[in-house]
């Protein structure tokens, strides 16, 4: 089984920035992607970004592209989140998730692995 606990949301104005962590621990292996998720209320949960394990893959979601930026450090079991120039409607609960495989899935579905969330506000 594997654990995943995001950190470093909070409240933010617009224009500002925010970096989240995404802490992995338990039965790790090689060949696993990471990727973040957003759940807005009411809303569905959106693919936001993905990462491969050797880096040489990452996918962006329009909304976030040129905003945004995922990467990994493998040594310490972790992915990140750098978050620049944000939005109100970047408010959201932010999720980190794994999957063992070659492929770097952008569907919540495809995912075996979930953290709890953290949460992201920004205000106007």
């Known amino acids: 089984q594997v654990q995943l606990v995001e950190s470093g949301g909070g409240l933010v104005q617009a224009g500002g920035s925010l970096r989240l962590s995404c802490a992995a621990s338990?039965?790790?292996?090689?060949?696993?992607?990471m990727g973040w998720f957003r759940q807005a209320p009411g809303k569905e949960r959106e693919f936001i970004a993905a990462?491969?394990?050797?880096?040489?893959?990452?996918y962006h979601a329009d909304s976030v592209k040129g905003r945004f930026t995922i990467s990994r450090d493998n040594a310490k079991s972790a992915v990140y989140l750098q978050m620049n120039s944000l939005k109100p409607e970047d408010t959201a609960v932010y999720y980190c998730?794994?999957?063992?495989?070659?492929?770097?899935?952008?569907?919540?579905?495809?995912?075996?692995?979930w953290g709890q969330g953290t949460q992201v506000t920004v205000s106007s």
């Open positions: 990462i491969s394990w050797s880096e040489t893959r990452t």
């Open positions: 998730a794994a999957v063992q495989g070659s492929v770097v899935p952008r569907r919540q579905s495809e995912y075996t692995y």
């Open positions: 338990g039965r790790t292996s090689s060949n696993y992607a």
